[in-house]
């Protein structure tokens, strides 16, 4: 089984920028970031797979937000620039022990989440 810890969310301004972290335990093919925001479903946010780096943004992430992944920390990062008021959600961590493309979004294990606060 793979646990995950999130870390580093807060509180920005729109157009600031924050760097949310997930340290893992347990070993995983690929990690991602999702986030919920009030009154909406879980949405895709990125991942990246352990060996390669590989990397898969979904379309609002994109230009703006980067996935990245340090092995030996086994820690998985999603780094936030130009955040808007529309990103306010908790972002949470996920990782699956099986090996799918990374452009399937299902996912086997969560953090408990983070919050991100972006003011206007």
């Known amino acids: 089984q793979v646990q995950l810890v999130e870390s580093g969310g807060g509180l920005v301004q729109a157009g600031g920028s924050l760097r949310v972290s997930c340290a893992a335990s347990?070993?995983?093919?690929?990690a991602a970031w999702f986030r919920q925001a009030p009154g909406k479903e879980r949405e895709f946010v990125a991942a990246i797979d352990w060996s390669g780096g590989s990397t898969y943004y979904s379309d609002s992430a994109k230009g703006r937000f980067t996935i990245s992944r340090d092995n030996a920390k086994n820690t998985v990062y999603l780094q936030m620039n130009s955040l808007k008021p529309e990103d306010t959600a908790v972002y949470y961590c996920?990782?699956?022990?099986?090996?799918?493309?990374?452009?399937?979004?299902?996912?086997?294990?969560w953090g408990q989440g983070t919050q991100v606060t972006v003011s206007s």
């Open positions: 347990g070993r995983y093919y690929a």
């Open positions: 996920a990782a699956r022990g099986i090996a799918r493309g990374l452009g399937n979004t299902e996912y086997d294990y």
